[in-house]
């Protein structure tokens, strides 16, 4: 049993695995042949095997969950259901029992009456132990027992009772719930019906569902497991038990934790149902294959001995049963909607629960399904969830061959969607501030009202959004808009008020790339790293004498952007690479529709340039004001601030300076500030502070930060938090939470635009590795971005590898650039080994001298 020591660690890694481990019995529901009856008689059976071998009771436990795990990842059909569960049976036994103890492949054939070959029982096991990812232990509903009672000198018939509940469980679908709630709940009612005059409290809303659920099956209860708890009278106690219950015409009144109300959306989670049969059916997945002698599949010699189906297809099944079925053909690309009543959902070969489409992409030769897998909540949004993506699939839709072209272009893909943060809610508007959600006022489906330099796969979801558009086919909620971005949700107390803090950054998808590959501006007024960053604070309050609570949201938007003029550095291996600046008359039209779009959108714009004043920024300075005073226009207000001869050698408080020029712009209007018992917002921000440095990131970060903390301490005075003489700097604990959260921000903005975490972080976070970040950007600038970019351009439809071009990609460089990181990191060896392996020589005579 566990060590005392190591009791509470052990028993919280239980309680993770539990979870990880855990079947799904939703995904069982879609088996095609395997009804829920017959589950209760392949528990009989084993019951029976695992008695007549003497065998530990965690095996049972343990056979029945990685069946249910295996049936809840692939499709069994009725023949191998027993097979399934000897094979289990097997590998528990492997895992749990003494070697002499195992069953033989002939005992498990004999069992089966000689149904199965000996070599199937292999053959099964290895189904198994590959679908399972070889993750076979499991914390079962014994063990949690054996772990609450063995150190409270629990009566033996209470544990045996308790146990005889554990394996109820086994036999009902609405059981199989976390081990530790079915322990809990076995141990509660085992006390209750040998105790009853004793009072017991239960732990979580989990146990009391399973307390529930167990008063359902007492009355159906398998011939088997009564006959093998026989010795303590089980049959009698559970009747008198139910007469005791029945003679007061009320079941258990149980204390019950509150549950918070389960908010569903209609697009939040799908079971996606695929025909394996071109190419990709391999011998870990069940169905009408190809059969061996032992009558299981075996994997396809070529692409033509696959198509056994005329129809392929991905089926989408809502969890709700009131919706309809989304189908797509994997021959032919076409969508379809179905109502679930007038469709036969055909075999298939895999399950998954998927939370999402992200879209279908066309490479060289074949289209691809992207699907969520993966998805880690992040906070609420005014009861509005919010997701962070952390995995995804991409499926081809017809298998074909993949030339070494297509696997690179499926490479990019997969590095985008792996090194990008994505985060997308099915009931929140994502792309939109709070303002333009407010001011927009419409309940159109949100990928119509998304705002569309935000709405990150627009490009992938464009065959959804032309069905739904040609032919009116309500497939509305299964276009899910995901921002390229950072959210942080934060909440603190401060003088006894509570408040939600959040942070959300968006990322354009209009000329996007790395920092080198994408700068300036382009024909249509878009400019390189464009991101909106909105500050929100929520905050309810209650009037201690009406009672009544109001809810205030505020707001503050600021944005960032290359400077708007056509202009390029050119990598040449130098850590600053050489700046072209073209003709300024060539940028003003192009500058001009910029602004326009940012007034627009924004209103009046406070620019706020960081670019030196000296060197070879100048340049930059001198084409930017000059195409400010072309434009002249009133709702453009420009301030220059030198950051680097302000704020050189770490002196952040001058800061100030620019702040302080700043102020009488932003007094008014300067925020968005909404009540919630208010018809319309109280205040609407009708400007915005644009603010530049040659990347927008390093010295844009700290400006945007003190920006957002003079908003953040005028707000919370606003609403009579603070008074007039408090800051922000005065509350330790809210001015740490509130660094940190902006010094995220900004690595986040400067890893996915030059790879690194950002510099000058003194400010915001504390003095970090300034040097290190430094070194790691040039080589991430002058060596990986290019395949970087490439992964933008092909996830954002930049590049249509489907369309004859004479560019190839990847990106190639030449043979001298390719092999530079190489001979560097050769001459750093060489240097070190020339430093260390002399003074190594020389300690080994000294010591050879001493012992002479």
């Not at 003079?710 to 007039?724: E, M, P, R, S, Y």
């Not at 050769?826 to 080994?833: E, V």
Request: charged letters at 25%; proline letters at 4%; one cysteine or more.
């Amino acid at each position: 049993m566990i060590q005392d020591d190591y009791r509470e660690e052990t028993l919280a890694y239980m309680k993770t695995m539990e979870r990880a481990t855990l079947a799904s019995p939703k995904m069982m529901d879609l088996q095609p042949e395997l009804e829920w009856y017959m589950r209760p008689y392949l528990i009989d059976f084993i019951l029976e095997v695992h008695s007549g071998f003497y065998l530990q009771p965690v095996t049972l436990y343990l056979t029945v969950n990685l069946i249910d795990r295996y049936t809840s990842k692939r499709v069994v059909f009725k023949k191998h259901y027993q097979l399934l569960g000897c094979a289990a049976l097997w590998i528990a036994a492997k895992f749990e029992e003494p070697k002499d103890r195992v069953p033989t492949l002939k005992e498990l054939s004999t069992m089966c009456c000689d149904s199965y070959r000996e070599e199937m029982f292999v053959q099964m096991e290895s189904h198994i132990i590959k679908t399972l990812d070889w993750m076979i232990g499991h914390p079962t509903a014994f063990t949690f027992l054996q772990m609450m009672t063995v150190y409270s000198n629990f009566p033996e018939n209470i544990v045996t009772l308790a146990q005889f509940f554990t394996e109820l469980a086994l036999f009902h679908r609405d059981l199989i719930c976390l081990p530790s709630a079915v322990a809990e709940a076995s141990l509660f009612l085992a006390q209750s019906i040998l105790q009853p005059k004793k009072y017991y409290m239960i732990s979580s809303s989990e146990t009391f569902a399973c307390i529930n659920t167990f008063h359902s099956h007492l009355n159906n209860i398998s011939n088997v497991i009564l006959k093998k708890y026989s010795h303590i009278g089980v049959k009698k106690i559970i009747n008198d038990y139910l007469s005791s219950i029945s003679s007061t015409h009320s079941s258990l009144q149980l204390y019950s934790p509150h549950t918070p109300p389960h908010k569903h959306s209609r697009h939040s989670q799908f079971y996606l149902c695929i025909n394996n049969h071109n190419s990709e059916t391999i011998a870990d997945q069940f169905g009408d294959l190809q059969k061996n002698e032992t009558g299981l599949p075996t994997p396809p010699a070529d692409d033509n001995q696959c198509n056994h189906y005329s129809d392929d297809e991905f089926v989408l099944v809502p969890e709700r049963k009131s919706e309809s079925l989304f189908v797509i053909d994997r021959l032919n690309g076409k969508l379809n909607l179905y109502e679930r009543d007038a469709y036969v959902i055909p075999r298939y070969h895999e399950i998954l629960c998927i939370y999402g489409i992200l879209g279908l992409i066309r490479l060289k030769h074949d289209k691809y399904l992207i699907i969520i897998t993966e998805r880690e909540n992040v906070g609420k949004i005014d009861e509005n969830d919010i997701y962070r993506l952390k995995s995804a699939r991409i499926i081809p839709l017809k298998n074909k061959y993949k030339d070494h072209e297509e696997v690179e272009y499926l490479g990019l893909i997969e590095k985008h969607l792996k090194t990008g943060a994505f985060y997308f809610s099915y009931t929140f508007d994502i792309t939109n501030t709070l303002q333009r959600q407010i001011l927009l006022n419409t309940k159109s489906p949100s990928w119509k009202i998304a705002d569309e330099r935000f709405f990150w796969n627009r490009f992938i979801q464009s065959d959804l959004i032309d069905l739904t558009e040609s032919s009116h086919s309500d497939i509305d909620d299964y276009i899910l808009p995901i921002i390229y971005g950072f959210v942080k949700i934060t909440h603190i107390e401060i003088k006894n008020h509570f408040l939600t803090i959040l942070l959300i950054s968006r990322r354009s998808r209009f000329r996007a790339g790395t920092r080198y590959f994408s700068r300036g501006i382009d024909q249509d007024g878009n400019v390189s790293n464009f991101n909106e960053t909105e500050q929100i604070v929520l905050f309810k309050n209650t009037n201690k004498l009406s009672g009544v609570t109001k809810q205030l949201k505020l707001s503050f938007v600021q944005i960032r952007g290359s400077v708007p003029i056509f202009w390029a550095e050119v990598n040449d291996l130098k850590y600053k690479p050489k700046l072209f600046v073209f003709n300024t008359n060539d940028s003003v039209n192009s500058s001009r529709l910029h602004f326009d779009k940012q007034i627009k959108i924004y209103g009046d714009q406070i620019i706020v340039n960081l670019v030196n004043q000296r060197g070879r920024e100048y340049n930059i300075k001198a084409a930017y004001e000059e195409i400010i005073k072309i434009l002249n226009d009133p709702k453009i207000k420009y301030f220059y601030f030198d950051f680097h001869q302000e704020c050189g050698k770490a002196k952040w408080h001058r800061v100030r300076i620019l702040i302080d020029q700043l102020i009488p712009y932003l007094k008014q209007n300067y925020c968005y500030i909404d009540c919630s018992d208010e018809i319309s917002p109280i205040y609407l921000q009708t400007s915005v502070v644009r603010t530049n440095c040659m990347d927008c990131l390093d010295r844009t970060n700290v400006i945007q930060s003190a920006l957002a903390r003079w908003v953040l301490t005028k707000q919370l005075n606003d609403i009579g938090i603070f008074n007039d003489y408090e800051n922000i700097e005065g509350y330790p604990d809210f001015d740490y939470l509130f660094r940190n959260m902006w010094a995220d921000n900004g690595d986040f903005l400067s890893i996915s635009y030059s790879g690194t975490g950002a510099l000058k972080t003194d400010f915001t976070r504390g003095a970090i590795l300034d040097l290190i970040n430094s070194i790691m950007r040039y080589f991430q600038n002058n060596f990986t971005d290019g395949l970087r970019q490439d992964g933008f351009d092909l996830f954002l439809g930049n590049y249509l590898p489907y369309q004859p071009r004479k560019i190839h990609l990847p990106y190639h460089k030449s043979l001298f650039i390719q092999y530079i990181p190489h001979v560097l990191f050769f001459s750093i060896f060489m240097i070190l080994a020339k430093t260390i392996l002399p003074g190594l020589e020389n300690l080994r005579l000294y010591k050879s001298y001493k012992n002479q």
